[in-house]
T-cell receptor, first 113, second 115 residues
Framework: NAGVTQTPKFQVLKTGQSMTLQCAQDMNHEYMSWYRQDPGMGLRLIHY???????DQGEVPNGYNVSRSTTEDFPLRLLSAAPSQTSVYFC????????????FGQGTRLTVV | AQTVTQSQPEMSVQEAETVTLSCTYD???????LFWYKQPPSRQMILVIRQEAYKQQNATENRFSVNFQKAAKSFSLKISDSQLGDAAMYFC????????????FGKGTLLTVNP
């Protein structure tokens, strides 16, 4: 049971490049979310999904796209990377029942130069 | 919108001593969950303890306990018998009931444990 797997763990991009951060979970969780962590800011919600084919914006969605074609996968796309997107990105998943907790991946450290 | 405030950017404690990390939150909801997460240098987010708002009894997990004051919207974490492995960033977090996909985090408190 791998839990929540994020790839890559580290990435350096040039301004204007695009890339996809991968997130996969093997727990059959309905809910999946992407957060970014910046120094002194805690974690902030970028996008989330409550099931395959259903996504919505979080607190800081600009510059990011998501899709959820399967229950297992929830990729985060940076369309045109900017230095302001330098951050650590976390994917999380959970069951929909209210008394369950979120499982986090180990994060992706992204640097945009 | 819900907000979570951690007023202590950094704290330090002597090994074997007790330390309390503060957290306040703002919400108009009556049903919700509160959490403390630990983030060591490995970056992994580790759930330390959680509290359901409808429960009056404070949650306890071994050396970790909370002081939940619902009326005051306060949720502090007490770490007893501090160990070197407790050194980490600690985040307080909130979510509404049935909103497992949306956690609201505080900015974190960096805890140092001195030998």
């Amino acid at each position: 049971n791998a839990g929540v797997t994020q790839t890559p763990k580290f990435q350096v991009l040039k301004t204007g490049q695009s890339m996809t951060l991968q997130c996969a979970q093997d727990m059959n969780h309905e809910y999946m979310s992407w957060y970014r962590q910046d120094p002194g800011m805690g974690l902030r919600l970028i996008h989330y999904s409550v099931g395959a084919g259903i996504t919505d914006q979080g607190e800081v969605p600009n510059g990011y796209n998501v899709s959820r074609s399967t229950t297992e996968d929830f990729p985060l796309r940076l369309l045109s990377a900017a230095p302001s997107q330098t951050s650590v990105y976390f994917c999380a998943s959970s069951y929909s029942e209210m008394n369950t907790e979120a499982f986090f991946g180990q994060g992706t450290r992204l640097t945009v130069v | 919108a819900q907000t979570v405030t951690q007023s202590q950017p950094e704290m330090s404690v002597q090994e074997a001593e007790t330390v309390t990390l503060s957290c306040t939150y703002d919400t108009s909801e009556s049903d919700y969950y509160l959490f403390w997460y630990k983030q060591p240098p490995s970056r992994q987010m580790i759930l330390v303890i959680r509290q359901e708002a409808y429960k009056q009894q404070n949650a306890t997990e071994n050396r970790f306990s909370v002081n939940f004051q619902k009326a005051a919207k306060s949720f502090s974490l007490k770490i007893s018998d501090s160990q070197l492995g407790d050194a980490a960033m600690y985040f307080c977090a909130y979510r509404r009931t049935r909103s497992n996909y949306k956690l609201t985090f505080g900015k974190g408190t960096l805890l140092t444990v001195n030998p």
